[in-house]
């Protein structure tokens, strides 16, 4: 069974603070993807990397940034943590281009 | 732009009647469609994969239908158990660009 881990399932950082969310997967996936979960906005792309190193912005990457240091890692960061950066912050893997994604169980992330 | 549709958002059965559940795409050339269910505060956990070039792909009481030219699919669970309560996503592979699109949800219940 794949399984994918996120590192917090619950978080609370104040205005301003860099933030860390880590992501690991023990499939050997190429592709790793984050994802944000509003309610009425649905599930939106920020980031995804389809190899150690590589990175690609989604359809919301604005105040983030990742890091693929390795191959089984990838880490969303958000580098001064804004209010409306408050959400479910969801990662998935999938081995090759197209394939179905497998998602870990997301981090609820509370900036005050 | 691709655009994915769930209706209705919220749905409530009896135990023991079969679920259906509609998801709709703007945009024909896709790649696949997954389907996805999601408890509350959790992650989601992928369901059914289907192929643009499949019609149908079943995995015990679930049943996922294509219908790639119209832009339909079609979710359908057997028998339906309290178990079941939970929010089905879907989300298509577009055919240009390695990332799924997701509709906003249907929320269901299964009463006993």
């Known amino acids: 069974d794949v399984k994918v881990t996120q590192s917090s399932r619950y978080l609370v950082k104040r205005t301003g603070e860099k933030v860390f969310l880590e992501c690991v997967q023990d499939m050997d996936h190429e592709n790793m993807f984050w994802y944000r979960q509003d309610p009425g906005l649905g599930l939106r792309l920020i980031y995804f990397s389809y190899d150690v190193k590589m990175k690609e912005k989604g359809d919301i990457p604005e105040g983030y940034s990742v890091s693929r240091e390795k191959k089984e890692r990838f880490s969303l960061i958000l580098e001064s943590a804004s209010t409306n950066q408050t959400s479910m912050y969801l990662c998935?893997?999938?081995?090759?281009?197209?394939?179905?994604?497998?998602f870990g169980p997301g981090t609820r992330l509370t900036v005050l | 732009k691709q655009e994915v549709t769930q209706i209705p958002a919220a749905l409530s059965v009896p135990e023991g009647e079969n679920l259906v559940l509609n998801c709709s795409f703007t945009d024909s050339a896709i790649y696949n469609l997954q389907w996805f269910r999601q408890d509350p505060g959790k992650g989601l956990t992928s369901l059914l994969l289907?192929?643009?070039?499949?019609r149908e792909q079943t995995s015990g009481r679930l049943n996922a239908s294509l219908d790639k030219s119209s832009g339909r699919s079609t979710l359908y669970i057997a028998a339906s158990q309290p178990g079941d309560s939970a929010t089905y996503l879907c989300?298509?592979?577009?055919?240009?660009?390695?990332?799924?699109?997701f509709g906003g949800g249907t929320r269901v219940l299964v009463k006993p």
């Open positions: 289907i192929q643009s070039s499949q």
């Open positions: 998935a893997s999938s081995f090759g281009s197209y394939n179905e994604q497998f």
């Open positions: 989300a298509v592979h577009e055919a240009a660009g390695n990332k799924l699109t």
